[in-house]
């Protein structure tokens, strides 16, 4: 153990005698604190721009409205939103104490505003970091090298919206669900051993489907209809071998999902995949929107 720690003594100063350093050095974290106390007062941290994130304490005795401005030169600034780490629902304002978090990739400073401070005055703290930077909606992370235009990479900011938000022609390639469907989906079952079961009569999208079989093996089919083709040749989009006495099917729920344009049915055919023999023998589950 003594000539362990003489070795390790040896290095330390060998690499002090070239300029080194024994010791692992870490990059300073911006820091700035300050009260606001009144509207138009306002705590800015300033960086070099390599910052993915920033940290906000809001602390005191008092009542109002801050507001998050970011800017990439520390001159002309723009709205940001901040997400509040005691509920992580983004926010375009501080109305409360509390630590709160905020992007600031490709920003060199940000500002905290006192853009109506009824009473009192607000400890603000900023701290930066090199962490990944929150992704909240009307504040979208930027995506770079992952698209291009022509013959070089380019940045394409990514759309954040509710999950239950449909796409528009305007969302950017990246859509990004701002929050979970916390209400769930409920799936469609069978009430017996069936040959097929419309999923959805209509429209819609499939994140998971299996079925159970009885005595006889065959084929889970999904067809983009509203009700199941009759036996003979069939194209379905989706065939899965399941063997008697067990359960197979899909999931997408780690995506992509699959949309169907004119309605999802499920069909349990003891023949396949492009010739369909139904069979009433089994259990379907399908969760669809």
Partial sequence: MTSLRKIVGLIGLAL???????????KP?????????STG??????????YNTAGILVNGTWSGSLLIYGSVDCTTYSVTSV??????IASAAISANGNYQANLAGLKCLKIYGTSIISGSATVSLLA?????????????WIIGGFSTGSSSTGISATVKAANTAPTANDTPLVVAASP??????????????????LKAS??????VYATTGATAGYLMIDNATSAPGDGAV?????VYIPAYSTGGLTFNSGPVETYSTGITAVFSSTGCFTQTASATAFFHGVVK
């Fill in 16 to 26: 002090v005698a070239m300029g080194g350093s024994a010791y692992a050095q870490t």
């Fill in 29 to 37: 974290m911006p820091y700035n604190t300050g009260t606001i106390a």
């Fill in 41 to 50: 007062q306002a705590v800015i941290l300033t960086t070099d721009g390599s």
């Fill in 83 to 88: 997400l509040p780490l005691a509920s992580g």
């Fill in 129 to 141: 970091g090199v962490g990944v930077g929150p992704i909240m909606q009307d504040n979208a992370p």
């Fill in 181 to 198: 469907n916390v209400a769930g989906l409920t799936p469609v079952v069978s009430a017996s051993a069936e040959s097929s079961h419309v």
């Fill in 203 to 208: 429209a819609g999208t499939l994140f998971s």
């Fill in 235 to 239: 194209t379905p989009l989706q065939c």
